[in-house]
């Protein structure tokens, strides 16, 4: 059974008529007859009446019409959800991303979505880089966010951002009067920090900042988040240094934050993800994050520009 003799039965079954049903096809009428015999002779039963010179759909007629309308419709869609996912249009994307990037990239990286692949099925997953690694080179996780350095060959990695880092203090704190703080004036204080792994990454970028200023922290608490490490700061258990970000983003009460004096710490956020994929939609996005920087300016440059004139002139 071949989908032209399924075309041709549903004009034929619409007019009612074979030479109308025809000439809505652009087909010569023995033909559309020819091709609705052999379908008949397929099915095995009358699927018209042709008594009397009208044409009538047979009850067996009636029923096969229903399914075979279906049929149509579904190899209709199967066609054009087939030709969406080969354009990269549609399709399913799994990424991990560490809980700091609500704040910077993860939004502009939905809207990206929302506004360019709006038939995608996106699926966010919370997850420390560790957490991220194995999956992604297994094949489970599309795409990692994370604040770490990859040294795979499976894995392609591209910095999509570089955040400089702030110092979140006790509001009662004896250096929370300066704006700009030294990094050695809290030689002896408690780093809050994540913790480290295998992966080289945030913990490692917090200790580089403290040994260029001449120390390492006199005591290291981990905390699996840094939004965690804040409310640990507002308890008096020490300071930590966080993305620029939580400036504007992350109010704790207890919690004042001041800037480093230079050269001031930046932390990198990569995007990572398996080498050689196939998928036209997963093309589509890492070609996207190779230009992530330069988009995250266009982006904030536009909400900018956008904003009343009040506002921009604060």
Not at 151 to 172: C, G, M, N, Q
Not at 191 to 214: E, K, M, N, Q, T
Not at 219 to 246: D, E, H, M, W, Y
Request: proline residues 6%; glycine residues 6%; aromatic residues 8%.
């Amino acid at each position: 059974m071949e989908p032209r003799q399924l075309r041709y039965f549903l004009a034929a079954a619409q007019e009612l008529h074979f030479t109308r049903a025809a000439q809505q096809l652009h087909v010569a009428q023995p033909a559309l007859s020819q091709q609705i015999r052999l379908l008949e002779e397929e099915v095995g039963t009358k699927l018209f009446d042709r008594s009397n010179r009208r044409v009538y759909l047979t009850p067996a007629g009636e029923a096969f019409r229903v399914r075979a309308k279906l049929s149509v419709e579904q190899a209709v869609r199967a066609a054009s959800d087939a030709l969406s996912v080969g354009r990269g249009e549609s399709g399913s994307v799994s990424i991990g991303f560490v809980s700091s990037t609500v704040y910077s990239a993860l939004p502009s990286l939905v809207r990206w979505f929302r506004a360019n692949v709006p038939k995608a099925n996106v699926e966010l997953k919370e997850l420390e880089p560790w957490e991220q690694w194995e999956p992604i080179e297994q094949g489970t996780l599309d795409i990692g966010l994370m604040h770490a350095s990859l040294d795979s060959p499976t894995l392609e990695t591209v910095v999509i951002s570089r955040e400089k880092l702030v110092l979140a203090l006790p509001d009662h704190h004896v250096v929370a009067t300066k704006q700009r703080v030294p990094l050695k004036l809290l030689e002896g204080e408690t780093f809050i920090v994540p913790p480290r792994h295998r992966l080289s990454g945030y913990y490692d970028v917090v200790l580089a900042a403290c040994r260029h200023s001449g120390f390492a922290p006199a005591n290291i608490l981990t905390t699996r988040f840094l939004q965690t490490s804040l409310g640990l700061v507002a308890g008096g258990l020490g300071v930590a240094l966080v993305p620029a970000s939580f400036r504007q983003n992350v109010r704790v009460r207890g919690v004042i934050y001041r800037s480093v004096m230079p050269p001031v710490p930046e932390a990198e956020l990569i995007a990572a993800w398996r080498r050689g994929e196939s998928s036209p939609l997963l093309q589509r996005v890492q070609a996207t994050l190779r230009n992530f920087e330069a988009l995250l300016k266009e982006e904030k440059s536009m909400r900018r520009w956008c904003e009343p004139a009040a506002v921009r002139g604060n």
